[in-house]
């Protein structure tokens, strides 16, 4: 067995950034047995790997360049979801970011003391406009400095971006049905 054929852990988010990608044909005769699906895995697996880079060294770079002490990544995808679900109890918040009912009570208490947002139930999604103006805040952050990585990129680069948004959408549509 050869150093490349073992199996490796990635130390780090460079290793990724760095690691060549394999080859995206599927082989005709793959010797798994399910033909097509078994290249559909890798390129499933490669792309879940670009996008954690991609999440990730957003989340640094913006962090960086953020003035306030940034929101741990759980209680942001617990605002941006109370945004997104008006009066969304502890239960399906937890449902939907498949995490414990009390890891979600813990968030919404951190979050409320912070006065990002309200326990309430009503009409409107529980958050303050100290919270709206924040998440805007980061999102927006987040984007510029995308956007200034993204004019770097040659145009091809840039428009095969912008022409996977649609499959990716539906690729997590097709993954949440499942």
């Known amino acids: 067995m050869t150093a490349a054929s ?5 130390s780090s988010v460079n290793d990724i950034a760095v690691a060549e990608p394999r080859n995206r ?9 399910d033909g097509p699906l078994a290249g559909a895995r890798d390129v499933a697996a490669d792309l879940f790997a670009a996008i954690s ?3 990730r060294t957003a989340r640094r770079a913006a962090r960086q360049a953020w003035t ?6 759980a209680q942001s995808e617990l605002l ?5 679900r008006p009066g969304l109890t502890v239960a399906e918040a937890a449902q939907e970011l498949r995490l414990a009912p009390n890891t979600i009570s813990t968030l919404v208490g951190r979050l409320t003391d912070a006065g990002l947002l309200s326990r309430e139930r009503s009409a409107q999604d529980g958050r ?6 924040r998440l805007a805040e ?4 987040r984007a510029e400095l ?9 145009d091809q680069d840039r428009q095969a971006l912008a022409r996977a948004i649609p499959a990716l959408l539906r690729l997590a549509e097709r993954m949440d049905a499942s």
Do not use: C, M, S, W
């Not at 073992?6 to 990635?10: D, G, Q, R």
């Not at 306030?68 to 990544?73: G, H, I």
């Not at 941006?80 to 997104?84: E, F, I, V, Y």
């Not at 995308?146 to 040659?154: F, H, K, M, N």
């Open 146 to 154: 995308a956007g200034r990585a993204l004019v770097q990129l040659p």
């Open 68 to 73: 306030q002490q940034p929101l741990p990544p």
């Open 6 to 10: 073992l199996p490796h852990i990635v």
């Open 80 to 84: 941006r979801l109370a945004a997104a």
């Open 138 to 141: 980061f999102r927006d952050l």
């Open 128 to 133: 303050t406009d100290k919270a709206n103006r």
């Open 53 to 55: 880079v991609i999440r």
């Open 25 to 33: 044909e599927p082989a005709a005769d793959d010797d798994r047995g």
